[in-house]
Structure formats: C-alpha cells, structure tokens
C-alpha cells in the first residue's frame, strides 16, 4: 500500500470507514428495486448508502481520473474478489471507488450490484487495515 494516505488526511478516511459498520450488519440492503404501478422502475439507494456517496465526494475520496479507460483495471479487480483486492493500495481504492460511483450515475444499480456481493465491505475491510498500518508506523 502507499506509505501515506496523498492528499486525504487520516480523519478523511475516518469518515468513509465509519460506514463500514453499518454495511456489515446482517441483511442490511444497499439499495432496492422500486416497482410503483405508471412508474418506470428504477433503484433506490438507502439512506446509509446516498450518505456514504455524499461522504465520499465531500471528503474527496472521489478522484479526478479518466475513468473509463481504467474499465478493464476496475473489472480485473471486480471479478478477483478479495484476492485482487488484498494488495490494492489506497490509490487503486479511490481508483476503483471511483470507477463505480461514476459508472451508476449512467448504469443504476451498479453500486447496488457490487454491494450485495461484498465488494464494499472487502474494499471498506482493506482500507481499515491499511489506515491501522499508517497509524501503526506513526506511533
């Protein structure tokens, strides 16, 4: 992982990990398909999860990048699950993150579908560890 967290302060990630227990909890739902008869269906995030969204641009975890010609980088680490997760650095975490939040703005119910799975909560697991490591080397 990278020695320092770059242009987030530690009190930054403090904010996006606060999430992490409440994504945790059993049954808990990112989001759901909403079905209301003369309304085109669509998805609806949670409260937990609009304010996680919001806490990512607010603390400016979401970075600025060419998105979407990193795809097959953000798929690699999709399809391999915790595996290809567990050397990630917080670069390829904002990278990745970001690549996410941007895809739902054009394709709903992405962020919904990589939740269910536990990819937030493996990325959300592995972003703890790496803030405990810096905390660790600066005590």
Known sequence: MDTEPKDLSLSQLDTILAY????????YLFGERQITRGVFPYWAASPEATAFVEALYRERFITLFDWGSWATEAQRCTEGGSEALSTANLTTFR??????VRTDRFSESTLT??????????????????LRSVRGRAA
């Open 95 to 100: 990278k990745l993150i970001t690549s996410y």
């Open 20 to 27: 992490l227990p409440i994504f945790e909890r059993p049954g």
């Open 113 to 130: 579908s990589l939740f269910q799975p536990g990819q937030f909560t493996v990325m959300l697991r592995r972003l703890r560890h790496y």
